[in-house]
């Protein structure tokens, strides 16, 4: 039991069951329930052939659940997003009491986590919208927690929260990043991250396995040697394993039985939606969520390679190249979603702590990586024009490292390879660096075709061009 809530976390699926087994592993009575009521036997079982059963007590609907349960009562809901989650939201108002909080832990889009959260307050409860990262090992182990809510429901819970979290140096990766929306906004744009590095790591991969004939075991070896270096993280250690995973079937790499059309939720495309709407570039974000779509027409692409040929040669890329490109990538993909979390905490006024956000990420998550570190302590700086990539730490990496990345680049186009991510990471760079643009070009268009008017360079605004004289 927490000092101030009773706990009870309804959806006993894999993320549901491991974060159970988490929350008792660390001493606190919970109380679980599920839509179908075998589960609740079958995850008992499981907590007792862990020998986590003392503090637990399942019931076999959610109404029992909660008619066990002292008040006041903190329900964790871990059900699937949409609407199972307006369902629980529903069943469960009748059944609480002022003083009760319940709590989202799915990937619930941040917009209905705002209306949510009007709709609970309304009938006098809290609610948290919690993001939680790291898989199903994470949940069970130790997953990155970002909240939203009133600080009386994170203080309600706080204990819980950073118990069940996991630990940097022993510091929580939990924290309450601000109000409502905040936790569920913040996670999303962690997924845009983490779309923009798996594709980044893709596009690497390929270039390796497509450009230099090099075999998915050698590839991971040398995604194991990066993850010793400026690319340390969770995504290039895995991405190490599962290169040199071989298929128990056939006896081929993992990798090659596997079929290229990538999966989506849709976490990662609300956060390019979200980047569009705020006007901020989230071009590497953008890039990995098209790129995960075109995976998906393999029909498409076939017909593609029949009629246009597939030309994909050799590559004179060596690994440093390679590595020194994925770290620029990298960079400015992080850069980029905090861009956009700066912008929707200024839009939605949440006040997000940016240096607390990369804290939280520095364990547990998908994205975690040694970078994450630098990037807190760039936060605590002052930033010129409040830009993370303009923190002197990391001009000095992108000045040193982005020539390699055009070289990368460069071969990519060059020889046919498709590196979205890699060729928008180079462009975001490129046109951050130049002080004049080409959009002059672009109001001249504007004022030439719908009189829209532009600002002359000497401030005077709403002139017109003399195209109509
Ligand atoms: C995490 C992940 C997780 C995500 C899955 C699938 O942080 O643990 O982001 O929450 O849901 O990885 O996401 P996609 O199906 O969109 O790839």
Not at 76 to 91: E, H, L, Y
Request: aromatic share 6%.
């Amino acid at each position: 039991m927490t000092d101030t809530a009773t706990l009870g976390l309804y959806g006993l699926g894999t993320m549901g069951s491991a974060l159970a087994l988490n929350i008792l592993d660390k001493g606190f009575d919970l109380h679980v329930s599920n839509r179908s009521a075998e589960a609740v036997p079958a995850f008992v079982s499981e907590a007792e052939a862990e020998g986590l059963a003392a503090g637990l007590h399942g019931a076999d609907s959610l109404e029992a659940m909660v008619k066990a349960m002292g008040a006041p009562r903190a329900i964790i809901m871990m059900v699937p997003s949409g609407a199972p989650v307006d369902a629980t939201i529903k069943t469960l108002i009748p059944l609480l009491e002022e003083g009760d909080t319940i709590i989202d832990a799915g990937n619930s889009d941040f917009q209905a986590t705002r209306s949510r959260t009007r709709t609970v307050e309304d009938a006098g409860l809290t609610y948290i919208g919690m993001g939680v990262s790291g898989g199903e090992d994470g949940a069970r182990h130790g997953p990155s927690i970002m909240v939203g809510g009133t600080p009386e429901a994170w203080e309600a819970t706080r204990a819980m929260i950073e118990a069940i979290s996991a630990k940097f140096e022993g510091a929580p990766c939990a924290a309450h990043l601000g109000p409502d929306g905040a936790g569920h906004f913040v996670k999303t744009v962690h997924n845009g991250i983490e779309y923009a590095d798996m594709q980044l790591i893709a596009e690497v991969y390929g270039l390796m396995r497509f450009g230099r004939n090099n075999s998915p075991a050698q590839i991971g070896e040398i995604f194991d040697r990066w993850n010793k270096g400026p690319l340390d993280s969770y995504l290039v250690e895995i991405t190490g394993k599962v290169l040199q995973a071989v298929d128990g079937e056939t006896g081929k790499p993992a990798v090659d039985v596997i079929l290229d059309s990538a999966g989506q939720k849709g976490t990662g495309r609300w956060t390019a939606i979200e980047a569009i709407k705020m006007g901020r570039s989230a071009s590497i974000i953008e890039a990995a969520v098209a790129a995960r779509a075109l995976s998906s027409e393999t029909a498409v692409r076939a017909k593609g390679e029949e009629l246009f040929g597939a030309v994909r040669c050799d590559l004179d890329l060596g690994d440093d190249d390679l590595e020194q490109a994925l770290l620029v990538g990298r960079i400015l993909a992080y850069a980029q979603g905090f861009r956009i979390l700066a912008a929707a905490s200024e839009e939605y006024d949440w006040s997000v702590d940016m240096a607390r956000t990369a804290e939280v990420w520095r364990a547990g998550c998908i994205i975690r990586s040694v970078l994450l570190d630098d990037i807190a302590d760039a936060f605590r700086s002052d930033l010129p024009e409040d830009q993370l990539m303009f923190a002197p730490g990391l001009v000095d990496r992108l000045k040193q490292a982005a020539p390699a990345l055009r070289k990368v680049v460069c071969a990519a186009a060059t020889h046919g390879h498709a590196v979205p991510a890699l060729s928008s990471s180079l462009f975001f760079l490129d046109t951050i660096r130049h002080a004049r643009g080409t959009a002059d070009v672009i109001q001249a268009q504007r004022d030439f075709f719908g009189r829209h008017g532009f600002v002359r360079m000497d401030g005077r605004e709403d002139q017109h061009g003399p195209w109509w004289d």
